[in-house]
């Protein structure tokens, strides 16, 4: 398991370019939930970046 840094995490908060914080595992969560619960939602995918993208490794 990779550990991040403190501030580590906060220099991606920053970087996000809205909303300009990092998001929380509730709004995941209910976003799963909501898509799992409506039946004519198939195959979709959803990004959760704030309007950025990280880059490859």
Known sequence: MVIVSDEAKA???VS???P???GKPEASTSLVVALA???MVT???VR???ASRLGMK
Do not use: T
Request: proline content about 6%; charged content about 15%.
């Open 48 to 50: 959760l970046g704030g």
């Open 11 to 13: 220099g991606i908060g």
């Open 37 to 39: 619960s409506h039946a």
């Open 43 to 45: 195959g979709e995918v």
């Open 20 to 22: 300009n914080r990092r």
């Open 16 to 18: 996000v370019p809205f």
